[in-house]
């Protein structure tokens, strides 16, 4: 999928209002196509594994994430902001509570598919 280069505005249906198209930002954005490193692809090994194995051995399984998925995944996490007056989170910098998530139920699934996870 190729991101828009700006922003776009869309028309809201109930209130006529505008809203602005936000998905070309780097920022909202933990992983998607474009995005290099991309923390989905477990390029550091950080989405490797171990097996065991039948006679108690160990192997390491390495994480391939796909060169060309047919189809996309949108990763929704859940809620990883547990600190504070509670709300939304203004502040999109800090994406460890939401790579914690990811990485732990999400990239994987780089596997077979492009993965998309917002960052909020």
């Known amino acids: 999928m190729a991101f828009p280069s700006r922003s776009t505005t869309r028309i809201c249906p109930t209130t006529g209002s505008t809203i602005p198209s936000t998905i070309a930002t780097p920022a909202l954005w933990v992983c998607r196509p474009g995005i290099d490193p991309n923390p989905c692809y477990g390029a550091r090994g950080e989405l490797d594994a171990t097996e065991v194995l039948d006679d108690g051995g160990l192997q390491l399984v390495r994480h391939h994430h796909a060169a060309d998925p047919k189809v996309d995944?949108?990763?929704?996490?859940?809620?990883?902001?547990?600190?504070?007056?509670?709300?939304?989170?203004?502040?999109?910098?800090?994406?460890?509570?939401?790579?914690d998530a990811l990485m732990a139920?999400?990239?994987?699934?780089s596997r077979i598919c492009e993965v998309y996870a917002s960052n909020g």
């Open 73 to 99: 995944c949108f990763y929704v996490y859940p809620t990883v902001y547990l600190v504070g007056d509670g709300g939304n989170v203004a502040n999109l910098s800090d994406i460890g509570n939401v790579l």
């Open 105 to 109: 139920q999400g990239a994987r699934m």
